[in-house]
């Protein structure tokens, strides 16, 4: 890739997450072509303020104002203001000198920053999918008045993305969303009810946030990835299928109505999509990371998911057709249900009766506005909150 005139100047929104983490390792390796302008994170005081003694970036945000005090005092001389709370997050994103938003906050906190950061017209790398599963509709409707560009920063959306580069969507017959399976693909399902949070947290291929584990243990993130899909390419939900491929170098593929289909592949390592979305739209950004190998490829499966015992899937293939505030209604009690079971506090299998009588008892509304959104979010955490107590 040839050398921008000047450095882009990158917002990581979640820097001391997975994904943060990890887009700081390419701007580190690319510092003639980026530079961490701003970092945000929730609560990981002592990472940011290490990230921000080394990254040098004008700005920390700390969103729990519990641990402002701390960074800034910790800060203090730098040179590097500090600030706190969820509005200035979202008004840092929107300043002029911001080239580029990593979105990589977990959750349903991502949506205001990126809502700010559309319409701010800035270049997005999308790397919170619940933005697009909570309120894809309002965010597709910014995007049409908007300039800003989204880049998925997901591996399997990034798959998408490349094998649909100069292709026509009238000629698209089918995605296929892939999976790894997630650490429970061969335990039967009548074991389920019994695995802990530390079995969960294993996943066989990727390295993730605890939050994301559970996620993918459950393949609600697969039912999340369906979703972000359904929006970043204008694809229906029955055109979009699942198919389980545990050893994770296949990361997507496209079919069309010819008959032929293309695929994305690469080694199981976020860096590779993080790196092609910051590169994007210049081109490919030359590493010195491990290739993939023939022995790689030697021998790679596919199979079905089983909806029957990870019926999260259906659940999200139910919501995405129900529309409105149903998948806000979804991911709210999802995260509810997950932090539940991280803390010991429900089964594994508590988790998708928690959503599904969320969902059930939650108020729909079926063309939403943002504080439509903000509402459902509430009225469905306070519904699986009382769920796991009783």
Known sequence: ?????????????????????????????????????LLVARSSADLLIAQARQFRPHMVIIADEQYYDYVRDALDGTGIEVATGSAAIAQAVTVPEVDTVVTAMVGYSGLE??????????RIALANKETLVVAGELIDRLLKDSSSVLYPVDSEHGAFYQCL????????????LT??????????????????????????????????????????????????????????????????????????????????????LGLPDMHLPIRYALGLPDGRLASDCRKMTIEDMAQLTLERPDFDK?????????????????????????????????????????????IEQTMQQATHVEHPGYEDYVASNAEARAIAESLIRY
């Open 310 to 354: 990870f019926p999260l899937l259906n659940t999200a293939y139910a919501a995405a057709r129900t529309g409105g505030t149903a998948p806000c209604v979804m991911n709210a009690a999802n995260e509810i249900a997950v932090a539940s079971f991280l803390q010991d506090k429900i089964h594994f299998t508590d988790i998708h009766r928690i």
């Open 165 to 176: 580069m100069g292709e026509r969507m009238v000629d698209i017959e089918k995605l296929w």
């Open 113 to 122: 920053s990126t809502i700010a950061a559309i319409g701010a017209n800035k």
């Open 1 to 37: 890739m040839e050398m921008t005139k000047e450095r882009r100047n990158i917002a990581v929104l979640g820097s001391t997450g997975s994904i943060g983490r990890q887009t700081l390792d390419i701007i580190d390796e690319y510092p003639q072509l980026f530079s961490a302008w």
């Open 179 to 264: 999976a790894s399976g997630g650490p429970f693909r061969t335990l039967p399902k009548e074991q389920l009810d019994k695995v802990t949070a530390a079995d969960a947290l294993k996943h066989p291929n990727w390295s993730m946030g605890a939050k994301i584990t559970i996620d993918s243990a459950t393949m609600m993130n697969k039912g999340f990835e369906m979703i972000e899909a359904r929006w970043l390419f204008g694809i229906e939900p029955q055109d979009i299928e699942i198919v389980v491929h545990p050893q994770s170098i296949i990361h997507s593929m496209v079919a069309f109505k010819d008959g032929s289909v293309k695929a994305q």
